[in-house]
């Protein structure tokens, strides 16, 4: 049989791994267990060059689709990031980095952002796009990253954006816990979990480049357990 483009929808995948080879992109686990080797195209799609029929029948059964979520708290929206947004995020990525982020490397963190287990958004302020902000979800944990580039935001609409996503995270996962690691430096940023409810369980020295190690904080937020 013949190898053809197999596009993979976003949702039926679980986890993406390394590739092993220096030209790969992307090794992915897909909910069913089953894995293959994924490459993203001009469009933002995940594709896979395959003659699996295994996978091909799987695939095309499946025909899930992958829908935009829009989450909007008063003056506050959350929209899933998707590839029309690429120029913005090399804005704000290079504009407080050192490492220069490439065209390629902004692709591939929007088309890995999507999983079964996994969604990132862009935060929208009257209309205006100021941050993202995501999970992850190991076990029963979902780890949080919440990242305003634009502009200051008051404390109350920062708990808007913090309710949107804690909200639409326990409506559609059991989830236990919600953690994230946060520089010790980042006053502002560890205010803002301080906030929401969140306390500083461990800490830990991690590398940021090279020759540089910095101090984190492990915060974590205990919910309800489900019967």
């Given at each position: 049989?013949?190898?053809?483009?197999?596009?993979?929808?976003?949702v039926?995948?679980?986890?993406?791994?390394?590739?092993?080879?220096?030209?790969?992109?992307?090794?992915?686990?897909?909910?069913?267990?089953?894995?293959?080797?994924?490459?993203?195209?001009?469009?933002?799609?995940?594709?896979s060059?395959?003659?699996?029929?295994e996978?091909?029948?799987?695939?095309?059964?499946?025909?899930?689709?992958?829908n935009?979520?829009?989450l909007?708290?008063?003056?506050?929206?959350?929209?899933t990031?998707?590839?029309l947004?690429?120029?913005?995020?090399?804005?704000?990525?290079?504009?407080l980095?050192?490492?220069?982020?490439n065209?390629?490397?902004?692709?591939?963190?929007?088309?890995?952002?999507?999983?079964?287990l996994?969604h990132?958004?862009?935060?929208?302020?009257?209309?205006?796009?100021?941050?993202?902000?995501?999970?992850?979800?190991?076990?029963?944990?979902?780890?949080?990253?919440?990242?305003?580039?634009?502009?200051?935001?008051?404390?109350?609409?920062?708990?808007?954006?913090?309710?949107?996503?804690?909200?639409?995270?326990k409506?559609?996962?059991?989830?236990?816990?919600?953690?994230t690691?946060?520089?010790?430096?980042?006053?502002?940023?560890?205010l803002?979990y301080?906030?929401n409810?969140?306390?500083?369980?461990?800490?830990?020295?991690?590398?940021?480049?090279?020759?540089?190690?910095?101090?984190?904080?492990l915060?974590?937020?205990k919910?309800?357990?489900?019967?």
């Open positions: 049989m013949d190898t053809i483009k197999l596009i993979i929808p976003r039926l995948v679980e986890r993406h791994y390394p590739h092993p080879e220096e030209y790969g992109e992307s090794i992915i686990k897909l909910v069913n267990g089953m894995t293959t080797d994924v490459y993203t195209d001009e469009n933002g799609k995940l594709f060059i395959t003659n699996d029929q996978l091909i029948d799987y695939i095309n059964n499946e025909k899930k689709e992958e935009l979520i829009i909007t708290k008063q003056s506050v929206q959350l929209k990031l998707e590839y947004y690429k120029d913005i995020l090399a804005k704000w990525f290079n504009s980095d050192n490492f220069e982020h065209e390629e490397n902004i692709i591939y963190f929007i088309s890995h952002s999507f999983t079964s996994s990132q958004f862009i935060i929208s302020l009257n209309n205006e796009k100021i941050g993202l902000c995501g999970f992850s979800i190991v076990n029963k944990t979902a780890y949080l990253n919440f990242d305003f580039y634009q502009k200051k935001i008051s404390q109350k609409e920062g708990t808007n954006v913090f309710k949107l996503l804690s909200t639409y995270l409506e559609h996962y059991l989830i236990e816990e919600m953690m690691i946060i520089l010790v430096e980042d006053i502002k940023k560890l803002f301080y906030e409810g969140f306390s500083n369980i461990a800490n830990s020295i991690i590398p940021t480049s090279k020759t540089e190690y910095k101090r984190v904080y915060l974590a937020k919910l309800p357990k489900y019967n």
